[in-house]
Each structure stands twice: as structure tokens, then as C-alpha cells.
């Protein structure tokens, strides 16, 4: 298992908007993104900040079920 990349809200965004996520509501720094598997429905809430803590990253690619490979260096 690889080093996370320090990433940005946006950079976060277009990986999961390449894997099917869409943008559905931005709140504030917060973006909503979702994705229709079947008949569940995936929401990863993530902040628009400029450098994303590992600890929030973790968080997202465990909501979003994606591989972690995508998000490291």
C-alpha cells in the first residue's frame, strides 16, 4: 500500500467524476457527489479545500468504495 498524494477538493472531484460520480450540490467549501449503483445510491460529501488531510481522504474513499491505488502517488 502506497503513500497518499496530497490533493485538492477538486482533484478528489475529478477522480470520482471519472468513476461514475456527479456533482450534485455545493454548499459553502462543501461539495455533494453522487453515484446510482443499481438501486443504492452513493453520497460523498468533500470539502473544496486546497490541500486535503489524509484522514479526510481516508474517509472519502472508504464512502465512495473506490481503490485506494487511485488516490496515491
Not at 54 to 68: F, H, K, V
Request: with cysteine; net charge positive.
Amino acid at each position: 500500500m502506497g503513500k497518499l498524494r496530497v490533493l485538492s477538493g477538486r482533484e478528489i472531484c475529478a477522480i470520482l467524476r471519472q468513476h461514475g460520480f456527479a456533482e450534485v450540490r455545493q454548499r459553502g467549501s462543501h461539495i455533494i457527489m453522487q453515484r446510482t449503483h443499481g438501486a443504492d445510491t452513493i453520497t460523498v460529501p468533500l470539502p473544496n479545500y486546497a490541500e486535503m488531510r489524509r484522514g479526510t481522504q481516508q474517509a472519502i474513499i472508504r464512502q465512495s468504495g473506490l481503490d485506494r491505488i487511485l488516490f496515491e502517488s
